[in-house]
């Protein structure tokens, strides 16, 4: 399998072809600069510089490509996506001394394939681009990486990306960066995170639930905590889901892709923080054991939580490790879940919504986000509506008998498990590309990932 690494070289003169970008506005002059032939070979394949076209364009016994974008002097993480997706393998360069900043991303992100399942997968051969850009691979390279694990780990099917399969995830990064990794299970789990282990207990018993904690760097560090919801699979529970509301939950597991793909940058940035990361890892099944509607859980923090709905099962698993990682008394918690439909209907798709306790905070990761081509969408807090989780049996219930501010309620609850004081952003992330487009197929995605990354090491450069 082509890794990112192989896609992206330092330019040394090798042989390779040239890459004319062009737009709408500069279309005509740069025409004016070609053959009668080359004009009509444009003319034919319908041409015009419009963003994301490609020409082939011969010349002598060979050709160069022009590629349509939107600006050549500004170029964003997707304007070279196409041409890495559509090209020849082989190797290129940009043209005219140009470079490709940001669309490196793209131009590695685009040749990302999950093929493991087909008999008959052939991947095409690499598309390499090189660049004089060479300070700016090995950073560009760790991003692609890390969006290709997040891919990865959401397009796995569940029956083979449950607990045990998280677990030896973190397992993976833990010995690639020399960092300590505890894994919770059974009596302990159901002792030390009651909900996780209520959540999970109904699962089959090689999908049993489990906690896992990596702690690594200096202790001298700030502590940063990085925390996942890790449900391998979501049926709803006894609140089940409809098939069509089914059949995507194999990316339930999302945002502990996404914790997992963060930390990893982290570490192999040797960024000067005491990272901890927690992901609670769960199958929200149906059996005799599993938790019900009305049924009373207890949690990590002491607090008792009413059940509403069963399949409002990620708030819970997130509330015990957002209680363990606020004992660490952090300088930051940052944590990814696929939480709440009610967000996908707000901001669609494309857009995680985003909250957080401090608005210093929020503005700096909105502003990483818009920089990198991954904006997020902030939601309130409202505290007015703390009152919609209001439970007359026990201190909170899971869900809420109005329909209103679904996102924004589900991130309230999540607030009552931080500690007080500490400084905390969330990420309601969809984790998935319905439609493909240059760079981002149809499967698993990252959203708020480069946001989230580009802040924190802005946050701790020092």
Sequence with gaps: MIEPKALLQPDRGEDAIAIHLVNKDGFEAFAKGLSAGQRASLAAQKFEGGANQVGIVPEGDGWFVAAGVANPESLTSWCLAKLAEELPEGSYRLAAKAEPGAAMFGWMTAQYRFGRYKSEDKPAGARVLLTTQVAAIDAAVAEAAAEWLVRDLVNAPPEDMGPAALEAECERLAKAHKAELTVVRGDALEQGYPMVHAVGRAAARHHAPRLMHLVWGDPKHPVLAVVGKGVCFDSGGLNIKPGSGMRLMKKDMGGAAHALALAGLIMGARLKVRLHLLVPAVENAISGGAFRPGDILKSRKGLSVEIDNTDAEG????????????????DLIIDFATLTGAARIALGPDYPALMARRDET????????KAQDDPAWRL????????????????MANGSATPFAGASVAGLFLDRFVGEGIDWVHFDTFAWNPSSRPGRGRGGRGLGLRASWHAIRARYAA
């Design 362 to 369: 929020a503005e700096a990761f909105l502003a990483a986000g």
């Design 380 to 395: 309130p807090l409202p505290e007015a509506y703390r009152e919609y989780l209001a439970s007359d049996v026990a201190d």
């Design 315 to 330: 708030r819970l698993i997130l509330g015990d490790a957002l209680t363990r990682a606020s004992e660490e008394n952090p």
